[in-house]
């Protein structure tokens, strides 16, 4: 029997893993794509995703996963009437591919098992343990204590054990050669309502220029990426000479409050997977935050899963504050936003 079995090596997953592994524990990792897997995302680590990678897997990410310009100066916000502020902060620039494969392979070098093509595809509790049917070739099913959910948002296991729904915020962005007069070294986000339903950025990854909208209505993305390519060619002097390719992702919408679902019997979710994101799609110092702390949870009371959650939901009620007070200062830069005020 494993002492868990962790769906999904993204932040949260590889966190979660890494946390057991370190205790002893018997920990499978397993993620439904091959890896190195690409994920759609702005690759801007913030410093306090720096700062707990760091503690966490016991090493500064190499300089192989970054992308040019590696250092990320901070973010610059243009608010629903158009000001515009600056946030001096150094992060790193980085391929979540990359990145996200270092933490998982830190994770195996502490002793976890890592599954890729192995997708988690059902569960049931079965005495004192948990069943997790597991697909791949063979398919197989495992017993584990716990099964902890960091599928993100795109995973269907959370849907399944829930029975409940979500609501999705559907992102679309393009890399692209050209010129722009802004510095590369900042990540830059637009509140206009007329620019997108939900927020706008530009970023620039290994020289290629990212420009990217997002709503809740997937219909609009496409009149927003016309509006937002057209007010950069005009406020910032955008020339775009090839697009290189486009991408659609899906974020979760969160509501008022920031409800989060931490798990039920011996399933925990983190990341994502349970409703931890902060604005601007800022997701990874939540999901390492959240998936370390659900596999900790899991480690200290492996026989009661009811202590296990309360331990777990005590243990991320700070993130939980932190993600409410970043909502409500977004909500104080755009007029969309107010219910999270």
């Not at 966190?15 to 994920?39: F, N, S």
């Not at 559907?170 to 802004?182: A, C, D």
């Not at 637009?190 to 939900?198: A, C, V």
């Not at 005590?314 to 005020?341: C, D, H, K, N, P």
Request: hydrophobic letters at 40%; one cysteine or more.
């Amino acid at each position: 029997m494993y002492d868990a079995i962790v769906a999904g090596a993204g932040p949260a997953g590889s966190a979660a893993a890494m946390a057991l592994a370190e205790l002893g524990g018997r920990v499978l990792l397993a993620d439904r794509c091959a890896l190195p897997r690409y994920k759609s995302c702005s690759g801007m680590l913030i410093r306090k995703t720096l700062v707990l990678a760091e503690r966490y897997f016991g090493r500064a990410l190499p300089a192989e996963v970054s992308c040019a310009p590696a250092e990320n100066r901070g973010m610059v916000f243009t608010d629903s009437q158009g000001r515009e502020y600056r946030f001096e902060q150094t992060g790193l620039n980085v391929w979540r591919s990359g990145c996200d494969y270092f933490w998982a392979k830190r994770a195996e070098e502490r002793g976890a098992e890592l599954r890729d093509k192995t997708p988690v595809l059902a569960c049931r509790e079965e005495g004192d343990g948990i069943a997790v049917s597991l697909g791949g070739a063979p398919p197989r099913t495992e017993r584990a204590r716990y099964l902890i959910v960091c599928e993100g948002v795109t995973g269907s296991l959370r849907r399944r054990l829930t029975g409940a729904e979500r609501d999705f915020v559907t992102t679309f962005q393009t890399f692209s050669r050209g010129t722009v007069e802004l510095d590369p070294h900042y990540f830059y986000a637009y509140l206009q309502p007329e620019l997108s339903g939900y927020d706008a950025w530009f970023n620039v990854k290994d020289n290629q220029l990212v420009l990217g909208v997002s709503s809740p209505e997937p219909k609009e993305l496409e009149a927003y990426y016309r509006r937002f390519t057209a007010y950069m060619e005009e406020r910032h002097g955008l020339r775009l000479e090839e697009t290189i390719r486009g991408e659609k992702w899906l974020m979760p919408r969160v509501r008022p409050g920031c409800p989060v679902e931490l798990g039920r019997g011996r399933v925990l979710f983190a990341g994502e997977a349970a409703g931890f994101l902060n604005p601007m799609g800022e997701g990874i110092s939540a999901a390492l935050e959240s998936g370390r702390q659900a596999a900790l949870a899991a480690a200290s009371f492996p026989d009661c899963p009811d202590r296990a959650l309360a331990a777990y939901r005590e243990e991320t009620e700070v993130l939980r504050s932190y993600m409410i007070r970043q909502w409500r200062f977004t909500a104080r830069l755009a007029g969309r936003f107010q219910e999270m005020a």
